[in-house]
């Protein structure tokens, strides 16, 4: 795309809103690109549901999706554009940066000119152009995949504070502490809900791709791992992951994990932007995990890039030749 883009006479001369209305017209016109219909979420304003997964879609979130079907959430396309505008950039076709506004959900994202970021400013002494989006966007793009696959009631009106808007209702990522916290404290709250989480296990323990409307503990561990990561390098409403990442890692059966990431919570100064029911239920989690401390294998640091920068990286799978038929 960035190099039909230049050859339709995109380049450094070009004004930068000149460019931008090209750029636009391209993805949003000539290719299609779009927002779900009903806006990237359509979760109901105002209530509790079992299972976050049946109101959204996580394809909305995969690349591997948004590209071929033209369809995903404005953060996703966000990372779109920006990468399009890097190639533009690293090619020498344009000369300024922009940051991709995705504080819609019912829009595509829009282009923001970074002022006094030039090409120069931006590459690298290998010629490589450093990346201008934000760590936000992705980590809208992990908030559309927490959800789908969080396996527990997710209340959508403790998600006012963090993450994009639609019809006046905010829809961040903090919404599900409260129902896996009950869950790890009490069970399942009917035997519906647990019906249909049992069904995505079984399913999962035999390498299903599960339904999202069961949720899925393994992806829903990731997306709020990688969202705790990006908490370190500012990424907005991320604050409480650590809470939440300790509470799956609890149903996961990782207790001496689930204790010292939820100690490090308690002693950021994140744990004072809980309220009143959310900061009782992490209280009684830690009270639970307390008293398993003797008989817990705690890691010897919480979750951190530095950390992750310290582990070995995972085995190279080397797959076998094609056997011809």
Known sequence: MAAALAARGVGPASLPEEVLDVVGGVLFGQHGFRVPFDGASALPGAAVVDHPGAWEKASWCYLSDVLPRKVGAPAALAVIYGDVMRALLQAGAVDFAVRLDAASYASVPRPVVLPGLTRAALLDEGGRVLNTNSADALAEVLRGLK???????????????????????????????????????????????????????????????????????????????????????????????????????????????????????????????????????????????????????????????????????????????????
């Open 147 to 325: 959800r789908p696959f969080w396996p527990f009631p997710w209340d959508v009106t403790a998600d006012a504070a963090p993450g994009l808007e639609a019809g006046g209702l905010g829809y961040g990522s903090r919404g599900g502490f409260a129902g896996a916290a009950r869950a790890a404290l009490e069970g399942e709250r009917d035997a519906t809900a647990e019906a249909i989480s049992r069904f995505a296990q079984y399913r999962l323990e035999r390498g299903i791709f599960t339904s999202t409307n069961g949720g899925d503990l393994r992806r829903a561990l990731l997306a709020t791992e990688r969202l705790v990561l990006l908490g370190e390098v500012g990424a907005s409403g991320t604050g409480l992951e650590r809470r939440d990442y300790a509470a799956l890692l609890m149903h996961a059966g990782r207790l001496g994990e689930a204790r010292c990431e939820l100690r490090a919570f308690r002693e950021s100064g994140h744990a004072g932007g809980q309220g009143a029911e959310e900061r009782g239920l992490c209280d009684r989690l830690w009270g639970v995990l307390e008293g398993l401390r003797g008989d817990l294998e705690e890691p010897d640091e919480p979750l951190s890039v530095a950390r992750q920068w310290r582990e070995d990286p995972p085995p190279v799978v080397v797959l076998p030749e094609a056997i011809p038929w």
